[in-house]
C-alpha cells in the first residue's frame, strides 16, 4: 500500500501536530514535516516507509540508509538529526530483535497460520472482517500483520527497529499494510483511528509498558478490541516447573550479553537440547491418549510446531535483555489501568493472552475512515 495513504493518521511524535509531504525524491521516497506551527522537526520516507523516529534510532536509520542520507536536499534537512551511541537498554533490546528477524525473516506459510489461530482464538472472524483497519503494534517480520491482512483488513504495522523493511517485504503483495517505523511508546497515530489493536510478544520486552499500553489504547476507537498477549508469570505451573524457569532466566540475563554469533549458537543448542525433545514428548503423551500430562510438560507449545520455530522462540526467548513476566490478575490490572474493560482470557497457550474494549462512552476524534 503506498505511504501516502498514511498521510491522514501519522502525527509527529515529538509534538503530535500534523505531518505533511515537504519534498518528494521519487515515488516511495520522501521527506515529512509541517507546513504551520513551532516543531521543525522532519523524518524520512524511505523505500514506502515512512520513518518516524527519534533518538538513537535515527543514527541507525542514517547508517543503514547513508546513500539516501547523502542526496543534496536530506544532507540540508537532516544535518541535526542526533548522531551519537547509545546507552540505552531499548536500543540494545531493540538491536537483538532486528537480527533475529532478519534472520527468521519467513512469514506466510501453514506454522505462521497455525501459531495465528492460537492468539486471535479470542477473536471472531466476523469481527476481525468487521474492522477496517487494524495496528499491528511490534510487527517484528509482519507474520501477523500478513494474516491480519489476509482477512480482508488493512492494517498500519509499526516497529522501532530495521525489521520493518522485512515487515514491508513480506506484507507487500496483500495491498493492504502500511509499514511505519516508530517508537510504541510515542506512537505517532492519531487519537481513535484504529478499529482494532493487537500486541503479540512485545509490550514485556518494552521499558515502558505501561506508557506503550497507554498509546495503544489511544489510538483505538470508542468500542474497538484490544489483542495483547504477555508472558505470563507461571503461576499455574507446579514448583519444579518455576525452579526450571527461575534457572533459565538468570541464564538469560548472562546470554543476552553474548556477541551474536555465541548467542545464536547458544540458543540453537537450547532448542536442539531442550525445546526440540521436551515438545517431541509432549506430542507422544498427547498421541498416546494423556493430554493432561503432555499439557505439564515443559515447552508442550511447539509439539506441532518446527525445529526452525523452536530456534526461532529460543534466540528470541535467550537474546533479550528485557523480560517482564505478568500473572493473570497483575495482566488485567494492567490493561484495565490503561482504560480498557470487559478483559477476558483465553484458558489456551500462549499464556497470558486476552481481548479487551475500549469503552463505548469515548468520543471520537481524528479520521475513522480506512485508508484503502
Known amino acids: 500500500m503506498n505511504w501516502r495513504r498514511a498521510l491522514p493518521f501519522v502525527v509527529c511524535p515529538r509534538c503530535r501536530g500534523e505531518l505533511t509531504e515537504i519534498a518528494r525524491a521519487a515515488e516511495a521516497q520522501a521527506i515529512l514535516g509541517h507546513d504551520h506551527g513551532t516543531c521543525r522537526e522532519v523524518y524520512p520516507v524511505i523505500d514506502d516507509i515512512p520513518r518516524l523516529v527519534t ?6 536509520l542514517r547508517r543503514a540508509h ?4 547523502e ?4 544532507r540540508a534537512l537532516f544535518g541535526s538529526w542526533t548522531d551519537g551511541a ?15 528477524w532478519h534472520r527468521f525473516d519467513d512469514a506466510g506459510n501453514s506454522e505462521h497460520e497455525a501459531v495465528f489461530a492460537s492468539y486471535f482464538d479470542l477473536v471472531r472472524p466476523e469481527d476481525l472482517a468487521g474492522a477496517r483497519l487494524a495496528l499491528d503494534a511490534g510487527c517484528g517480520a509482519g507474520r501477523w500483520a500478513l494474516e491480519v491482512a489476509r482477512r480482508g483488513v488493512d492494517v498500519f504495522a509499526v516497529d522501532l527497529g530495521l525489521s520493518i523493511e522485512v515487515a514491508a517485504r513480506n506484507t507487500r503483495s496483500t495491498g493492504r499494510v502500511l509499514c511505519v517505523q516508530a517508537d510504541l511508546a510515542d506512537l505517532p497515530l492519531r487519537p481513535q483511528s484504529m478499529d482494532f489493536a493487537y500486541s503479540l510478544g512485545v509490550l514485556h520486552h518494552v521499558a515502558e509498558t505501561q506508557r506503550a499500553l497507554a498509546r495503544l489504547v489511544d489510538v483505538v476507537r470508542p468500542g474497538g478490541r484490544v489483542l495483547i498477549y504477555l508472558y505470563y508469570a507461571l503461576e499455574n505451573r507446579s514448583g519444579p516447573y518455576r525452579l526450571v524457569f527461575r534457572v533459565s532466566d538468570r541464564l538469560r540475563r548472562w546470554t543476552s550479553r553474548l556477541p551474536t554469533p555465541l548467542l545464536v549458537s547458544f540458543a540453537s543448542a537450547v532448542a536442539a537440547l531442550a525445546y526440540f525433545p521436551l515438545a517431541r514428548a509432549a506430542r507422544l503423551l498427547r498421541r498416546a491418549g494423556y493430554p493432561k500430562i503432555a499439557a505439564a510438560v515443559p515447552l508442550a507449545f511447539y509439539a506441532d510446531l518446527s525445529f526452525r520455530m523452536m530456534r526461532n522462540d529460543s534466540l528470541d526467548r535467550f537474546g533479550t535483555a528485557v523480560e517482564k513476566r505478568y500473572t493473570q490478575d497483575s495482566m ?27 469503552p463505548n462512552s469515548v468520543q471520537p476524534i481524528g479520521p475513522g475512515s480506512s485508508p484503502s
Not at 542526496?71 to 536530506?74: L, N, V
Request: hydrophobic residues 45%; negative net charge.
Open 66 to 69: 547513508a546513500s539516501w542520507f
Open 332 to 358: 488485567r490490572a494492567l490493561l484495565e489501568d490503561a482504560g480498557l474493560v470487559r478483559v477476558a482470557f483465553s484458558p489456551d497457550p500462549p499464556y497470558w493472552h486476552a481481548i479487551a474494549y475500549r
Open 86 to 100: 547509545s546507552t540505552s537498554t531499548d536500543d540494545h533490546v531493540v538491536a537483538r530483535f532486528d537480527e533475529e
Open 71 to 74: 542526496q543534496d536536499m536530506a
Open 55 to 60: 533518538g538513537f534510532q535515527r543514527t541507525v
